[in-house]
DNA sequence: CTATAAATAGAAATAATTTCTGTTTATCCT
DNA sequence: AGGATAAACAGAAATTATTTCTATTTATAG
């Protein structure tokens, strides 16, 4: 959960402040993707002084730590979900179109390749997109 | 080739107009993915008068049709490419990180499942990324 | 407790995309 | 070929998501 989070951004000498602790509090309590604008509703409920750019710089710093990831849905706003796993194994997510639940996609598919048509293979990228239970 | 790109607008009771002639060859020549604002620069080369929203709105119209994809890169702009394959069948890309050049990925190898963690699945939307012979 | 670099707010800039309106044009039908 | 029609278009303007900048605050190491 949550502790995890905050000593993978310790160990690597990012400061623990009380707006990053909210924003992974409410990702933890919303379950769900987030746009930067959402988040940043919630966080004034709190902090009555709260930036835009902070939320933006700390999503992207989420990103970089393999504790949030980016999800891609209609419009053209971002999106952001917790990965959910710290173990660092490499996997996907399937997103629920309606209400933008996230988990964690159990396997990988692709195989283990390094080259295909010439190219060198250097990552994928992949999403599920479907409708979570509550939304059926 | 092109001539099939045609045949499916023409199907579909959209117009053949010069602009969309040039944005098709302009893909077919260049063999990479393009952003709005480039196809725009090229086409003004040949068109003095064009304007970008007509750009815009094309290329989301090819890819209803299933001309074009969108691709994903860095930074803040969007990507379309050619999807080259005119039987329709499912498959994915591999994307140049260089050189921005796109084929086709023959074969998905996603399973065929309804679904899983009481996710009905939808759809599932890939990308690989590499770099291509001539960019090694 | 202090020094220091990192994080922040707030305002402003940036730039991609969309919307709107009036004009042009591809296509269908005589 | 000529005319009617809806689709496509240009150009300007609006929108809005994201980024940059600067001065101030704050978490943390020593
Ligand atoms: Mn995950
Ligand atoms: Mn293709
Ligand atoms: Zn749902
Ligand atoms: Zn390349």
Redesign the interface.
């Known amino acids: 959960m949550n502790a995890d989070y905050l000593k993978k951004l310790k160990q690597d000498h990012f400061k623990i402040t009380p707006k990053r602790r909210a924003i992974l509090d409410l990702f933890d309590r919303e379950d769900k993707c987030l746009t930067p604008e959402t988040i940043w509703e919630h966080l004034k409920k709190t902090f009555k002084q709260s930036g835009l750019p902070g939320i933006y710089r700390n999503l992207e710093l989420f990103v970089k730590q393999g504790i949030l990831i980016r999800i891609?849905r209609e419009g053209r706003k971002r999106y952001y979900a917790l990965c959910h796993d710290h173990s660092g194994h490499h996997h996907h997510h399937?997103v629920?179109?309606e209400c933008g639940r996230v988990?964690d996609?159990?396997v990988c598919?692709?195989?283990d390749i390094k080259?295909?048509?010439?190219?060198?293979?250097?990552?994928?990228?992949?999403?599920?997109?479907?409708?979570?239970?509550s939304c059926?």
Chains 1, 2 share one sequence.
Do not use: A, E, R
């Not at 293979?121 to 239970?133: F, T």
């Open positions: 891609d399937i629920c179109v988990d996609f159990p598919h692709f195989p080259s295909t048509k010439g190219y060198k293979i250097l990552s994928h990228s992949m999403q599920i997109n479907g409708i979570c239970k059926q």
